[in-house]
C-alpha cells in the first residue's frame, strides 16, 4: 500500500478525507514546516505528497521519487525538465479555482468603477457628481490570457454587456491593450510571461483604465503600476498579491499595495471559497487515484 502525506492544513471535507485514506496509508499534519528542513523530512518514505506551494518552491528539485499531488493551478514556474532524470511526478489541478477567482475579478471591477467600497453604508450622499462614476455595459475590456479563468472572466463580461477582447499567444500586446477600459491579468506563470507586463506595458494603457490582477507579481512591475496610477494615466487598481503566503496580511508587499489610496489589494485570497475547496481536493484525489491505477492526468 502506498504511503500518502498531506504537507499542512488543508481543510478537506470529511468525504474527502475518508476517500483519500482508501487510496493509502495517510498522514496528515495540521501545522506549516517551520523550515525547509522540516519540509523535506516530512517527505521522506513516502510515495505520494499532497502540498501547497508553501515549502514546495524552495524545495522541489531537492525531491526524488516521489509523485506530488497539487491542489492548485499555477505551476507554470516548475521546470519539467529538472525533475526527469529525479523520477519527480507532478500533477495540479486545473480549472478548480476559476469560478472564485473570476468572482474576485469581476466584484474588483465593479468595486473600482462604481466605489461600491466608499459608497456602502455612506453617511453624505453628494447629487453634483452621480455620472461620474463607470458602468461596464458597453465598456472595452482585455483580459490578458484564455485559460480557465481568462475564458470565465469573459463570459461573465459578455453577460455585463461589455465588449470583451483577448490578449493570449500569437496576439500582439500593444494592440490588445490600446482602446481597453478594463484590463485583466490572468496570465499563467512561466519563462514568456515572467516580467512581460514591464514599464512600458503600463505607460501604453488607454488614459483613464483600470488593471485588476490574479497573477504572481514576477509578471509585472509594480513599481511602474504604482507610477502610473499616481501620474494619473491608471485609474485604479486591485492585486490580489498572488505571490505572497494565502492569507498574510503582514507581508510587505500587501500592505504596500493595501496603502494606496487607489489600489484594492487582498492578500491572495481570490480563490478561497467553498467551491474551491472543494474542486481543488477532488481533483487532488482524482491525480492520485488514477496515479495508482496507472495513469497520469493533469500532469504538467
Known amino acids: 500500500m502506498k504511503k500518502i502525506v498531506v504537507m499542512q492544513p488543508m481543510h478537506m471535507y470529511p468525504d474527502q478525507i475518508e476517500r483519500l485514506k482508501k487510496l493509502g496509508q495517510v498522514v496528515f499534519h495540521n501545522t506549516f514546516a517551520k523550515n525547509s528542513n522540516e519540509w523535506m523530512d516530512r517527505t521522506r518514505g513516502f510515495d505520494v505528497v499532497c502540498t501547497s506551494k508553501l515549502g514546495l518552491k524552495d524545495n522541489i528539485y531537492k525531491l526524488e521519487n516521489i509523485f506530488l499531488s497539487l491542489p492548485f493551478v499555477g505551476v507554470g514556474w516548475i521546470d519539467k525538465e529538472k525533475l526527469k532524470d529525479k523520477n519527480v511526478i507532478v500533477t495540479c489541478s486545473p480549472g478548480c479555482n476559476k469560478e472564485a477567482v473570476a468572482e474576485w475579478m469581476i466584484g474588483m471591477m465593479m468595486d473600482l468603477a462604481r466605489d461600491f ?160 475547496c472543494r474542486k481543488s481536493y477532488d481533483i487532488m484525489i482524482d491525480n492520485i487515484e488514477s496515479y495508482l491505477n496507472g495513469k497520469l492526468v493533469n500532469t504538467l
Open 117 to 276: 467600497p466608499n459608497i456602502i453604508d455612506t453617511k453624505k450622499v453628494t447629487q453634483d457628481n452621480w455620472c461620474d462614476k463607470i458602468g461596464l455595459a458597453r465598456k472595452k475590456v482585455t483580459i490578458l490570457g484564455k485559460g480557465n479563468i481568462g475564458s470565465r472572466v469573459g463570459e461573465i463580461c459578455e453577460a455585463l454587456l461589455m465588449d470583451v477582447n483577448y490578449f493570449d499567444r500569437g496576439v500582439n500586446l500593444k494592440e490588445s491593450i490600446k482602446d481597453a477600459d478594463f484590463v485583466l491579468n490572468a496570465l499563467s506563470e512561466n519563462p514568456g510571461t515572467i516580467g512581460l507586463l514591464d514599464s512600458k506595458f503600463f505607460a501604453s494603457l488607454k488614459k483613464g483604465c483600470y488593471f485588476v490582477t490574479i497573477t504572481s507579481s514576477t509578471l509585472y512591475d509594480v513599481d511602474a503600476l504604482i507610477r502610473e496610477i499616481d501620474n494619473g494615466r491608471i485609474a485604479g487598481a486591485a492585486d490580489d498579491c498572488g505571490t505572497i503566503i494565502v492569507g498574510d496580511s503582514t507581508d510587505p508587499y500587501y500592505i504596500r499595495l493595501a496603502n494606496h489610496p487607489k489600489i484594492l489589494a487582498t492578500p491572495h485570497l481570490a480563490a478561497r471559497t467553498d467551491v474551491t
